[in-house]
């Protein structure tokens, strides 16, 4: 008797829209399609690191758009790479074939679609934010109202196959995407097609990125601002409307705008002060100073973690999101989960660690409501009561270099406390050169410290920053660490969170913008600030 076939789930492909290049404009679905993918295949615009902040560890990243030459692939080739991956993986498995945009417009996906279906492969579409309309929303410039009712959209790089007196019409907007070359003979073309020379055209580079540029100008003076661009511009909007740009613009306004923002962290912390970061127009470039590595011996933790599951401790504090990650790593080790906290009041010295512990399942007794530091949660810790508290023992699994000032201050209050080694933070190796040279020479318009300890490995492997880099630190502690290393403190964030530290670095920009506008001068970066011969140097 045969053994029947188990039927398995092919292989499938998502031809998912990725957006104009801003990764917050992907779509939910987007999203998960990237969080389950097995493969994901790029196109031009998305950067690697916003794909691989979404996916899986494990996830393969094919870059589809260039050749090992650094010559543009076909849609043929691309193809042929979709089909591969798709074979590739195994039965059930996902390839997101991530496109420019979105896939139905001026992409390849008629061709790879048929790919897919020659080679029996199931796929999805999966529609995203276009270029059409998004470049042209981040440069401020509306594609309707009143006096522009139409809207036109030309692929610079088949213009030459148009009629472009159809579009010569002074009302209509006419969108115009392609390389730099192709979207200034579309313009010249309009021209000479009766376009008037006055009309309105704003010329966008990188549209919906941080390093977004955009240029008002006419018809008759386009070809002079392209040769003056330089290369780059991807977009033109031809339009009555961007005569609004001045009352319209969001975007290029934003108090980081351009702004080169160092992150002394480790990647997998920064995350969500980069995505802040970006949303106030700000470029991150994370930089770790330090890891976080087991302790050398494992039995001063073992020996807590018992102490703490038989009731030797009243209190458990923990002082940062390492120490809730170390424990929380060191119980499942052991096969014990949240429950072993019961009867156990625990303390949180802020906002952010103890929403790592509501991540956990433990709600934390004691959170500091002023200054989220040592020296905050010993103001609001109670001192030890022999009636009231069974037990007078407090645990505290922390850095190997942690500060003594909660330590001292609880058996200042009549507790004993067994201070633990957690994890040890190690300094990291020192950067490339390239950033050692841009950190010491002004090219990052601020840094943002979150603790002492980035303050003394960041000087320690890379320098002290410019100092017309804005010094932004999370707490007092930090700040006077970083004056100790001759560095000048500009601001400090009201709550010891690294979003607060982000925040408040980005009403420093707020700040510094509305001096320059009461001064009447133009708003310069920090950076703009040092010295021309360096500036010419980078």
């Known amino acids: 008797m045969s053994t029947p076939t188990v039927p398995t789930s092919p292989a499938r492909v998502a031809f998912v829209g990725s957006g104009p290049g801003d990764p917050g404009l992907l779509t939910l679905r987007a999203r998960d399609l990237l969080a389950a993918a097995d493969i994901v295949v790029l196109d031009h615009l998305m ?5 691989r902040r979404l996916a899986r560890e494990d996830v393969q990243v094919i870059d589809a758009g260039h050749g090992e030459n650094g010559q543009e692939l076909t849609h043929a080739v691309r193809a042929k790479l979709v089909v591969k991956a798709a074979k590739s993986v195994p039965a059930g498995g996902l390839v997101v074939r991530l496109m420019d945009g979105d896939p139905a417009m001026f992409t390849g996906l008629v061709d790879e679609v048929r790919a897919c279906r020659r080679a029996g492969i199931t796929y999805d579409v999966v529609p995203g934010v276009s270029a059409v309309t998004a470049v042209a929303t981040y440069a401020g410039v509306p594609l309707t109202s009143k006096t522009a009712p139409a809207v036109h959209v030309l692929n610079a790089d088949q213009a030459g196959s148009l009629d472009l007196a159809r579009y ?11 390389s730099t070359e192709a979207i200034g003979s579309a313009l010249a073309g309009l021209l000479e097609c009766g376009r008037p020379a006055e009309a309105e055209v704003a010329l966008v580079a990188r549209g919906t990125t941080v390093s977004q540029a955009s240029w008002a100008t006419t018809l008759a003076e386009a070809g002079a601002a392209l040769a003056r661009a330089a290369g780059g511009i991807s977009a033109a909007v031809v339009s009555p409307n961007v005569a609004l740009r001045d009352e319209f613009s969001w975007f290029e306004t934003k108090p980081l705008f351009g702004w080169k923002v160092l992150v002394p962290r480790t990647q997998a912390q920064a995350g969500p002060m980069v995505e802040r970061l970006a949303a106030y127009g700000a470029v991150a470039d994370v930089v770790p100073t330090i890891s976080v590595e087991p302790p050398r011996t494992p039995q001063q933790m073992e020996k807590a973690v018992r102490g703490l599951v038989t009731g030797r401790y009243e209190w458990i504090g923990f002082t940062s999101t390492n120490a809730v990650r170390a424990v929380r790593e060191r119980f499942e080790e052991l096969g014990l989960d949240a429950r072993a906290f019961a009867g156990l009041k625990v303390a949180a010295v802020g906002g952010v660690t103890a929403d790592a ?21 010993l103001e609001v810790w109670p001192e030890f009561d022999e009636v009231l508290d069974p037990i007078n023992r407090v645990l505290l699994p922390r850095a190997d270099i942690a500060t003594e000032t909660l330590v001292a201050g609880l058996r200042d209050m009549g507790w004993e406390v067994d201070d633990v080694t957690a994890y040890r933070t190690v300094r990291a190796a020192p950067p490339a050169q390239h950033v050692r040279d841009a950190i010491k020479g002004g090219e990052y318009d601020a840094v943002l410290f979150t603790s002492s300890s980035t303050v003394r490995n960041l000087v320690g492997i890379a320098g002290k920053p410019h100092p017309a880099t804005v010094v932004a630190c999370i707490g007092p502690a930090t700040a006077k660490t970083a004056q100790e290393h001759g560095l000048r403190v500009d601001v400090l964030a009201p709550e010891a969170s690294a979003l607060s530290l982000v925040d408040a670095l980005a009403g420093h920009g707020v700040g510094l913008a509305v001096a320059a506008a009461e001064a009447g001068q133009p708003v310069q970066r920090p950076s703009d600030k040092r010295p021309a011969s360096r500036r010419r140097a980078r």
Not at 168 to 178: E, F, M, N, Q
Not at 357 to 372: A, F, K, M, S, Y
């Open 168 to 178: 010569s019409t002074h009302d209509d907007t006419v969108v115009i995407l392609g």
């Open 47 to 51: 950067d690697e690191g916003a794909v």
């Open 357 to 377: 512990l509501r991540h956990w399942g433990i709600n934390p007794d004691l959170v500091p409501t002023g200054e989220q530091s040592a020296a905050g949660l």
